[in-house]
């Protein structure tokens, strides 16, 4: 992994975005922060990732469901009856 401190011009992000779309991971630090020019392979493993994470997420969720509360019940709770 490369890091380029405080690129000068566009000819740097060109460089780097050949470098990254070869499959290298380049740091960018200006003014210390940092940000990072990545193969476009590495964010849509990490977009899956994130979407299995919410898929499991919300299959629990519907797990719970399957206990239900009757309506009166809740209403009850409430004070609404």
Do not use: N, Q
Request: glycine share 4%; aromatic share 4%.
């Amino acid at each position: 992994m490369a890091t380029i401190k405080r690129p000068y011009d566009l000819e740097d992000f060109r460089k780097a975005t050949e470098s990254a779309s070869g499959g290298e991971r380049i740091i960018i630090e200006i003014d210390g922060v940092k940000a990072a020019i990545v193969p476009v392979e590495d964010v849509e493993y990490m977009e899956a990732l994130e979407d299995a994470e919410d898929l499991r997420d919300a299959m629990k969720a519907m797990e719970d469901l399957s206990v239900t509360i009757p309506i009166e019940d809740v209403m009850k709770e409430y004070g609404l009856i």
